[in-house]
């Protein structure tokens, strides 16, 4: 505890305690505190409070319908100046109190009893006190009562600190908190009650690290704290808010406050989406997940899961809110199941291969390229489709590894074309996860330098997502690799994202064309329109550009009258072995394609 401090001093680190302490919010054990001050003194309204600079903020409270007062207004700041028992028997006749708002307009108190709450380093915080609407006495016996409870608050209160019950950065109640409250709701009661449970994701974790390296710890944390001011303010009071991790949240609603939550959280979102720390854009993406539960029904861990698999089923989905569902939990441990599984496949380096499927010139009908796409032979479960574990995956510390191991695979191919005589570039795909890690471009330099294999001889497909122009680290790293050679492209030009910034800003040799528009170029007119202009631009700007999914031949003439430089797709070439890609692009007599 700091020493030799002023009284002004000692007052000021009281009110910032009372603060942070208030901000933790209410609590099932504070709330008996209220409820038994009610009983042993025979009072209607008992309080737990904590007294601030400005606020008194009432922390458990039974029958009393403010959530907090001025200091001004506050009885406790009496009992908190004199750290001791303070009565008063009738407040319309005492002079500190008589013209005070609480007195002489509702709730009309007239008594009031409260001890000091003062913790371990010797802060008198705020107060326990019981409220009449009538005068009355205050005995020796209910004094003694009243100053046990005011030392069980002042335990509560600290033990919530000390054993790990607040987030850090918010200072709100933490995951633990929320579990043991979760806990205390599930005791046996005469009738079940039914209430909702809600979790939000207000920010992706891989851009909040981005915005801490490029601005710094302090940025992150106010973002986070705006983040939870916000939701505050939109917020009833009575609705507990927690701080599962820095950029999640929670709270619990009684299940007819369902709807009205809802509408919480879209207004929530709507307010996010124009979100400025200052002069920089801010871009928070909100999802929420829920759980509907009744206090007989299950554990308070089982409720804390459930919410949270319905959050993580919301943020694959992309869906705003989406409530828990039965299904979620066998998906979930399928999940994890398959990812244990392909970590065991890449440390064994077993079971992982590598099919190709060659990219055409439209002009040459060369085979000019080949795109090398993973495929995973389950050991039990045989062939697994890519989308199965592709984007689990990127979502895991799974997602380097793997792309570490499709490069070496994709590189040690490429030596062996070009040593045979090959010129198709072989392409790999790459995420901005990937771009992510500090430690990527000299992990490609060593295996480059291991399989005796040159930058030159592959591309890298990265692809478009809003993210990877957001993000300045990435955007560094696809510099860095373009520097050591590498061809670089954006994958699915189109898909949802794109603008003009992509191929300013970005240092891309190619744009691949999605599917999604090629597919519709040979029958609506508004899709051709689309990708003609895309072609004519991005020639514009010396760029290559790749379609791809191409399925028939009249889609494929169209693109070489719009004199798109190249194509793949079924209609060309399926992907195909290791073997069969080999010889068509190693001077062998299928190097022509149709």
Not at 77 to 83: G, L, N, P, Q, S
Not at 271 to 276: C, F, G, K, L
Not at 314 to 343: F, N
Not at 536 to 562: C, D, Q, S, W, Y
């Amino acid at each position: 505890m700091l020493s030799d401090l002023t009284l002004v001093e000692s007052t000021r680190l009281a009110a910032i305690e009372a603060e942070r302490q208030a901000r933790l919010g209410a609590s099932a054990s504070l709330n008996r505190v209220s409820e038994l001050i009610c009983e042993l003194i025979g009072v209607p309204t008992g309080l737990v409070t904590l007294v601030g600079d400005e606020l008194q903020w009432i922390v458990a409270r039974t029958r009393f319908d403010c959530a907090s007062t001025s200091r001004e207004n506050a009885f406790c700041k009496y009992t908190v100046a004199r750290r001791a028992l303070t009565v008063i028997e009738d407040a319309t006749q005492d002079e500190r109190v008589k013209e005070n708002p609480l007195v002489i307009r509702a709730p009309n108190i007239r008594f009031y009893a409260g001890v000091p709450l003062i913790t371990s380093e010797g802060h008198a915080i705020g107060s326990v006190c019981a409220i009449d609407y009538e005068p009355r006495r205050l005995t020796g016996t209910q004094a003694r009562q009243l100053r046990m409870l005011g030392d069980i608050a002042t335990d509560i209160l600290e033990a919530r600190h000390r054993l790990g019950m607040v987030e850090s950065i918010t200072l709100f109640p933490n995951c633990h908190q929320l579990r043991k409250d979760l806990g205390d709701m599930m005791q046996p009661a005469a009738q079940a009650e039914r209430y909702s449970l809600f979790m939000i994701s207000t920010i992706d974790i891989n851009y909040m690290n981005d915005i801490t390296s490029s601005f710094g710890g302090v940025a992150t944390d106010t973002l986070i704290c705006d983040v939870a001011a916000l939701l505050q303010l939109l917020m009833p009071s009575e609705w507990p808010l927690y701080a599962v991790s820095p950029s999640r949240f929670a709270f619990v609603v009684p299940f007819a406050q369902r709807a009205a939550a809802l509408e919480c959280i879209d207004l929530f979102s709507d307010r996010m989406e124009d979100y400025h720390q200052g002069s920089i854009p801010i871009r928070l993406d909100v999802h929420a997940g829920v759980h509907d539960f009744d206090t007989l029904a299950m554990d308070g861990h089982e409720v804390y899961r459930k919410a949270l698999n319905a959050l993580h089923a919301a943020l694959s989905m992309d869906m705003k809110v989406l409530g828990y569902r039965a299904g979620y939990d066998d998906e979930q441990r399928e999940h994890l199941q398959l990812m244990i599984e392909l970590a065991t496949s890449i440390e064994a380096r077993q079971d992982l291969f590598m099919v190709y499927q060659p990219k055409v010139d439209l002009k040459t009908n060369r085979i000019v390229g080949l795109e090398a796409l993973l495929r995973w032979n389950h050991p039990r479960r045989g062939m697994i489709p890519p989308g199965e574990f592709i984007s689990l995956v990127d979502k895991t510390n799974l997602i380097n590894p793997l792309t570490y191991r499709v490069f070496e695979m994709a590189a040690a191919m490429a030596r062996t074309c070009y040593l045979a005589g090959g010129t198709a570039r072989i392409a790999i795909n790459i995420s901005t996860s990937n771009l992510l890690d500090d430690g990527m471009v000299d992990m490609f330099s060593r295996i480059l330098e291991k399989e005796q294999a040159r930058a030159e001889w592959l591309e890298l497909e990265c692809l478009e997502t809003e993210g990877l122009l957001d993000n300045t680290r990435a955007v560094a790293t696809l510099i860095e690799l373009k520097t050591l050679g590498f061809r670089l492209s954006i994958d699915d030009f189109g898909a949802g994202h794109s603008n003009i910034n992509y191929l300013r800003r970005l240092p891309t040799d190619v744009i691949k064309i999605d599917r999604y528009l090629i597919s519709d170029i040979a029958t609506d007119p508004a899709s051709r329109f689309i990708v003609e202009k895309i072609v004519e631009m991005a020639h514009f700007l010396a760029l290559k550009v790749v379609a791809e999914g191409i399925e028939n031949e009249p889609t494929l003439a169209l693109l070489r009258a719009m004199h798109c430089d190249a194509a793949q797709g079924y209609h060309l070439f399926r992907p195909m072995p290791e073997a069969e890609a080999f010889a068509l692009v190693a001077g062998c007599d299928d190097t022509l394609a149709g």
